[in-house]
């Protein structure tokens, strides 16, 4: 005779970005059932794109998130530019690239010390955290503060910048404005490399899955705006081809859709460690040795991102001062183009994981169809996968110890909820 | 050495009524004479850069939903009913997140007063409303008396 089911509920998932829930059912003592519930409304950005002229495209997207609003702009002008037929200066495409560097080191320095660092030392926030390791707090601020500073300098403000344009930007900055940033950024290098030795010797859950990793990889640089969508097991495909390979499906429990290979029908993981393990012979030096030093080539352990979100930062300093320290040459701010009609295709890195848009434009230069996948949306499946998987070992435990560790695998992929809505509470029900 | 200055921050953007930390503090800067120093903010966090030497901090937020579009409140860090108060903005660290962070980190100031102002219509690059435009002038009153009150000698 079975038991009575289980529930446990999370209604509201802590130090993740956005407002979502967890519900595990457990019957005879075996998981039967994981829902991450993002129930934040639709957001229906898409719909809300059509018939607007495509230069408001790349501010209406920065919209769908505080967090990484450059990923949306740099996913957006890389599309529409594809649809367009134009091609950026290379002084355009380094200045894209250090903006770029400051998203990803604001929002993982924020996530890195403020949201996912108190799990690993016992607190149940950044701000308990901070009476006891003050310094560590503190050092996270400042290094978030730099992606922020970045920011502002090429974005013209730190929260949802509005000086990316299609071609470019509106305005390119000055060089003694760049070159100010050097000392800070030197300091931020030394100060990312301790960040990442410091995360690396904590203690991590044992825990490997068999990922299907899928990033942009580039051959010459780490892939951040530009290169095919590549996959553990040898897909490279253009961004134009997404769709062949990647479906969005939905379920009934979230507002957000979820993602899956079509080739497999199974889900697969877009973010720092699937760039790491992908691209590691673009990480820039530094990056690249504490990635040989701090993270095994097989590593598949989603606790151990934080470890490859610390080496991203890393990179991200030396590429941004590298930029900055070879005064980049700020002409022209902007590629002239003429309207067509036209359909393109393009995904960055969001600090998240991979971002795809798709814009069809009319010859009138209005946005006729618009397809936005977030990273959230294409992790969420493999998310509850995930769980299935980890939440055995620990299911004799009690319900607010299986909920205290299901919280902790989901914070491990850092996940934006607010960007997913088409995403946490933690519900368990045994049965 | 003990801090001595005292510090006003205004907080807010470009749109509609959430221009009215800034208002206020382009406002107080204009009265102060020297005896504050007075900044504008983009988000709370922007504080933790500046409490060093500083023993008296006054900041001016927006307050969406809880009082009247207009209306002027402060609280006395800590009080207990702040950590209700929705002061608008979704972005970054709250300015009751900001303020506690600081205190962990044993960097707030002694005395700390929150000027909250009730706002209405929080649109990009819109003007502020009539009921908040007319609320700078009292907010302003206010904590200039405050300032005068914290600086005048003590028996």
Redesign the interface.
């Given at each position: 005779m079975s038991e009575t089911p289980r529930t446990i509920r999370v209604e509201a998932l802590a130090r993740v970005e956005g407002e979502g829930a967890l519900n595990l059912r457990v019957r005879d003592g075996k998981i039967e059932a994981v829902e991450l519930n993002i129930y934040e409304p639709p957001r229906l950005f898409e719909a809300l794109l059509r018939g607007r002229a495509l230069e408001e495209v790349p501010d209406i997207t920065a919209r769908i998130c505080?967090?990484c609003p450059v990923a949306y702009q740099m996913s957006s002008v890389h599309a529409l530019e594809r649809a367009l037929g134009v091609t950026v200066s290379p002084e355009l495409r380094q200045l894209r690239r250090l903006l770029y560097c400051g998203e990803w080191i604001e929002s993982h320095a924020l996530h890195v010390h403020l949201l996912h660092v108190p799990d690993f030392l016992g607190y149940d926030s950044?701000?308990?955290m901070?009476?006891d390791f003050?310094d560590e707090?503190?050092r996270g601020?400042r290094l978030k503060?730099h992606g922020s500073q970045l920011l502002d300098v090429l974005g013209g403000?730190?929260?949802h910048p509005i000086n990316v344009a299609v071609g470019g930007f509106y305005r390119v900055p000055r060089a003694s404005e760049l070159a100010a940033l050097v000392p800070d950024f030197e300091w931020g290098l030394q100060a990312a490399i301790n960040v990442t030795r410091w995360v690396s010797d904590f203690d991590f859950p044992t825990f490997e899955r068999p990922y299907d990793f899928v990033a942009l990889s580039h051959p010459d640089e780490y892939a951040m705006c530009e290169g095919n969508i590549c996959t553990s097991d040898g897909l490279a495909i253009d961004a134009a081809q997404f769709a062949e390979h990647f479906r969005e499906q939905q379920v009934p429990h979230s507002t957000a859709l979820q993602a899956v290979r079509i080739e497999t029908g199974a889900t697969y993981l877009v973010g720092p460690l699937a760039r790491v393990q992908l691209n590691r012979r673009q990480l820039m030096s530094e990056a690249r040795q504490l990635a040989d030093d701090l993270l095994e080539r097989s590593c598949a352990n989603p606790f151990k991102s934080i470890v490859a979100r610390g080496i991203e930062i890393v990179h991200a300093y030396e590429e941004a001062l590298s930029i900055l320290r070879g005064s980049p040459a700020c002409g022209q701010s902007r590629m002239p183009y003429d309207y067509r009609e036209g359909d393109g295709a393009a995904a960055t890195e969001a600090p998240r994981g991979l971002l795809y848009h798709r814009y069809r434009v009319d010859a009138e230069g209005r946005v006729a169809a618009a397809d936005i996948v977030p990273p959230t949306s294409q992790n969420q499946g493999q998310i509850e996968d995930d769980l299935r998987h980890f939440l055995p070992a620990v299911i004799d435990a009690s319900d607010d110890e299986i909920a205290d560790a299901a919280e902790r695998l989901v914070r491990s992929y850092d996940p934006c909820i607010s960007c997913a809505t088409h995403f946490l509470r933690v519900k368990v029900e045994r049965q | 050495m003990r801090p001595s200055q005292t510090l006003v921050v205004g907080i807010g953007s470009s749109h509609g009524d959430d221009r009215v930390g800034w208002e206020i503090a382009d406002a107080v800067l204009e009265r102060v004479d020297g005896r504050a120093e007075v900044r504008r903010a983009r988000k709370p966090a922007d504080l933790l850069d500046w409490l060093e030497g500083i023993a008296s901090l006054e900041v001016c937020d927006a307050v969406a939903g809880e009082i009247g579009p207009g209306c002027v409140r402060s609280w006395v860090w800590p009080a207990a009913e702040i950590a209700g108060v929705p002061f608008a903005g979704s972005h970054d660290l709250s300015l009751v997140a900001t303020l506690a962070l600081a205190e962990q980190l044993g960097r707030l100031p002694a005395h700390v007063r929150i000027w909250g102002v009730g706002v209405h219509r929080v649109q990009a690059w819109s003007p502020m409303s009539p009921a908040v435009a007319a609320a700078v002038d009292r907010a302003v009153e206010q904590i200039c008396a405050a300032l005068d009150v914290a600086r005048a000698p003590q028996p």
């Open positions: 505080g967090i950044g701000l308990a901070a009476a003050p707090v503190q601020l503060k403000r730190a929260v | -």
